[in-house]
């Protein structure tokens, strides 16, 4: 897979009705690595990504077969060679991906296991936010303390993705005493604004990384996924009248872990 794809990428994912824009497949390319299937004239049919973590973790994301290809073994070959190349690729100690209802079945059938589900919260937003006190914008020399936030929440290092994150978007961190105790970014994707990720050490302050992320988008369109099935935090999402689908399904290895103060994921493809 190659930036000289993006464009059949792109028709792809709108094939499935998946809202992508070509610059989030341009984003997905510059931190992972890919395959796409093609026929004899070059067209490209299918595609399939890992995203390698240090710490020896990967994320499994694009998988797609066009829908006219449904009924062949496109998809589960893909989704084969995705895993298989991301094991070899290092000593992976632990592979995850985030499972379409549909695809749950042939993830099992290569023994991947149902963990967690997870939420896609989106709509208009309808009231406007202020940052808060305690929040503010990070600056260059706080993505060291990010990168540590993340690393905890997902027992590996992230940096290459968040970095790249932290260019596209705006990132806010929320201090305590002088020390960062908890980071958010949003970024343009899709249909409008996608805020994600957010890490915090309790509800409260990730609700006010998550208003401050906010602000100024009344009136938008704005999405969030989140693990959390439960409390103050979906709570509060919910009260916004943003509504929530149980979207997809993380799956893995049995080997990584997800840790609860990951209040929202960066997208289903990079966890």
């Given amino acids: 897979m190659g ?141 060291q303390a990010i990168y540590a936030l993340d690393g905890e929440s997902y027992e590996a290092d992230r940096r290459a993705l968040l970095a790249v994150l932290a260019d596209r978007s705006d990132c806010y961190v929320i201090e305590a005493r002088g020390q960062i105790t908890g980071f958010g970014m949003r970024r343009r994707f899709g249909r409008g604004t996608l805020i994600g990720p957010v890490t915090a050490t309790g509800s409260q302050d990730a609700i006010r990384l998550t208003t401050s992320l906010m602000a100024g988008l009344a009136g938008r369109f704005v999405r969030l996924d989140t693990r959390l099935e439960e409390g103050p935090y979906t709570e509060f999402l919910t009260a916004l009248g943003l509504k929530a689908t149980p979207d997809v399904t993380t799956m893995s290895d049995g080997q990584p872990k997800f840790h609860p103060q990951s209040f929202a994921i960066s997208s289903h493809s990079t966890g």
């Fill in 3 to 143: 930036f000289e794809h993006l464009e059949a990428l792109h028709g792809l994912s709108v094939s499935l009705g998946w809202p992508h824009r070509r610059a989030d497949w341009e984003t997905n390319l510059q931190i992972g690595h890919g395959i796409v299937a093609v026929d004899a004239l070059d067209r490209v049919h299918g595609s399939a990504m890992y995203f390698p973590y240090q710490g020896d973790l990967a994320s499994i994301g694009m998988v797609i077969a066009h829908p006219k290809l449904a009924r062949t073994s496109l998809f589960g070959t893909l989704a084969h060679e995705m895993i298989d190349r991301s094991t070899r690729s290092r000593s992976t100690r632990g592979v995850f991906l985030n499972a379409c209802k549909n695809d749950v079945a042939s993830y099992r059938d290569l023994g991947m296991r149902a963990d967690l589900p997870v939420y896609k919260y989106e709509g208009i937003l309808p009231c406007d936010f202020s940052i808060a006190r305690e929040v503010r914008k990070a600056e260059a020399q706080d993505l």
